[in-house]
């Protein structure tokens, strides 16, 4: 009769450890590069050639609040 007791006690220990996960605090600037699709911008338009480049470009990231797993801010 002990043995079920203890294995349900073990069962549930395990679940309130895996229930009590912590989320690394995201919050603050992030900088970084994004991959981008240019297209039909006149900085990278050339007359008869494709008006769609692919490059990288600035990005910045501000993440102003976060509860758990979600998290809101803006990008720039």
Same mark, same amino acid.
């Given at each position: 009769?002990? *043995?079920?007791?203890?294995? *349900? *006690?073990?069962?549930?220990?395990?679940?309130?450890?895996?229930?009590?996960?912590?989320?690394?605090?995201?919050?603050?600037?992030?900088?970084?590069?994004?991959?981008?699709?240019?297209?039909?911008?006149?900085?990278?338009?050339?007359?008869?050639?494709?008006?769609?480049?692919?490059?990288?470009?600035?990005?910045?990231?501000?993440?102003?609040?976060?509860?758990?797993?979600?998290?809101?801010?803006?990008?720039?």
């Amino acid at each position: 009769m002990r *043995a079920p007791i203890a294995v *349900a *006690a073990a069962m549930v220990v395990l679940l309130g450890a895996a229930s009590a996960q912590e989320y690394p605090d995201l919050r603050g600037t992030w900088v970084g590069n994004a991959e981008a699709i240019f297209v039909n911008t006149a900085q990278y338009y050339e007359e008869g050639k494709d008006a769609v480049v692919f490059g990288m470009t600035p990005v910045v990231v501000v993440i102003d609040e976060q509860q758990g797993h979600r998290f809101s801010g803006t990008v720039k």
